[in-house]
C-alpha cells in the first residue's frame, strides 16, 4: 500500500477526537461515567495513535501542529468546564486553567501580529501541565467510575496542575515578550 495515500492520517484521527468531545461531555454530563471514562481512553489513546504515525512514518504537517495541540486543549478545558459545574473540580481552577490558555493565545497572536511569524513549539513546563492536567482528568474519570481514587491523590494532583499552569503561564508571558521585543528590535533597525 501506498504510504502516500495515508499521509493525512493523523489529521484525520485529531478531526476524529475533536468530534469525540461531544459524546464524552453528554456521558458525563449525563452520569454514565463507566462511558465517559472508556471514551476518554479512546480519546487518548487516538492522540498517541496520530502523534506516532505522524513521527514514524514522516506525516507531519502544518494542519496536524495545529490540530493535535487543538485537539487536546479542546478537550481538556471542556472536561474541567464539566468537572466544575458538576462540582467534581472548584470553579477557579478551571477559571485558572482556561485563563492561562487565554493568555498563551493572546501573546502568540501578539507576537504574530508584531513579527508577521508564528512558531508553535510548546515549552517544557508546558508539556508538563498538559500531562499534569491529563492525569488529573483521569483521576477524577476514574473515580466516577467507582474505582477507589484517595482523596490526597485527587487533592495532589490538584495542587500539581496548580502549580505547573501558573508557572507555564508565567513563562509563556516572559517568553512571549522576551521574544517580541527582541523580533520588533531586529524589524525597526
Known sequence: ??????????????ILRIILI???????WAGNYTLSLILIFIAGVSDGVDGFLARY?????????MLDPLADKILLISLF???????LLPFWLMYLVVLRDLI???GAIA?????KQLEMKP?????????????????IALKLADIHIADWLLNSMIGLVVLSTVLSGISYVVRWTRYT?????????
Not at 81 to 87: G, I, L, W, Y
Request: hydrophobic share 50%; with cysteine; net charge positive.
Open 1 to 14: 500500500m501506498n504510504t502516500d495515500s495515508l499521509k493525512h492520517l493523523p489529521n484525520i484521527i485529531s
Open 22 to 28: 461531544v459524546p464524552i461531555i453528554s456521558s458525563i
Open 57 to 65: 512514518f514522516n506525516w507531519q504537517s502544518k494542519l496536524g501542529a
Open 81 to 87: 468546564v464539566v468537572f466544575a459545574f458538576k462540582d
Open 104 to 106: 498563551i493565545l493572546c
Open 111 to 115: 507576537y504574530q501580529v508584531v513579527t
Open 123 to 139: 515549552i517544557f513546563i508546558s508539556k508538563i501541565n498538559t500531562a499534569l492536567q491529563i492525569i488529573l482528568v483521569l483521576v
Open 181 to 189: 521585543l527582541s523580533n520588533k528590535n531586529n524589524l525597526n533597525p
